[in-house]
């Protein structure tokens, strides 16, 4: 009787642990993601990882993570639906391992303002999490390639709201018939 007592509680406070564990990792990833949106690294990427963390303990985050991850993948189609779209990402991703590897290094610049001969924030830490950042979007890159560049069914692209769309056609098209026109 003691001992399904014991396992009793210690599987409880595994459980408890396991989940407490999981939403301090969500809201972390939510939180250095924000961060990351203004710092270097991927912001976006680890505010949607955090969120989808979050969504299986919370329904707003449930109900903010669909969405997110409809444009996302709209975005991803999108991105990947032309060879020099998905040229100029890859030459981004590369050109921010580029910077990553300069700022790792840290050279010596000429006086610009109040930092003085070295680049802001150089060092081993930006470094890296820009190098890191552009490996995490050049596989990006060759997922969606593989996902959705030779998807059977070809699907509209969702990027922009179809209220914009409505309104610039709107704005752009002909004049609607007003009392002075003749049928």
Do not use: C, H
């Not at 991850?69 to 990947?80: E, H, I, S, T």
């Not at 930092?115 to 890159?141: K, Q, R």
């Not at 060759?142 to 070809?154: A, I, L, N, T």
């Not at 692209?157 to 704005?171: C, G, T």
């Amino acid at each position: 009787m003691g001992r399904s007592r014991v396992k009793s509680g210690l599987r409880g406070f595994l459980s408890w642990l396991r989940l407490t564990g999981l939403e301090l990792v969500g809201w972390l990833l939510v939180v250095a993601g924000i961060a990351a949106l203004v710092l270097p690294g991927p912001g976006l990427l680890m505010m949607v990882a955090g969120l989808a963390i979050l969504s299986n303990r919370y329904e707003w985050a449930n109900r903010r993570v669909e969405p997110i991850k409809a444009r996302a993948f709209d975005a991803a189609r999108y991105g990947v639906a032309t060879w020099p779209r998905i040229m100029l990402s890859v030459l981004g991703a590369f050109s921010v391992m580029t910077m990553g590897v300069i700022w790792w290094i840290g050279p010596k610049v000429p006086e610009i303002g109040p930092f003085g001969d070295e680049l802001p924030f150089n060092g081993w830490a930006t470094g890296l999490s820009m190098m890191l950042s552009s490996l995490i979007a050049l596989g990006l890159v060759v997922y969606s390639v593989k996902r959705f560049r030779y998807e059977e069914d070809d699907q509209p692209f969702d990027v922009i709201d179809d209220e914009l769309v409505d309104a610039l056609s709107d704005a752009e098209g002909e004049p609607e018939p007003g009392p002075t026109d003749r049928v």
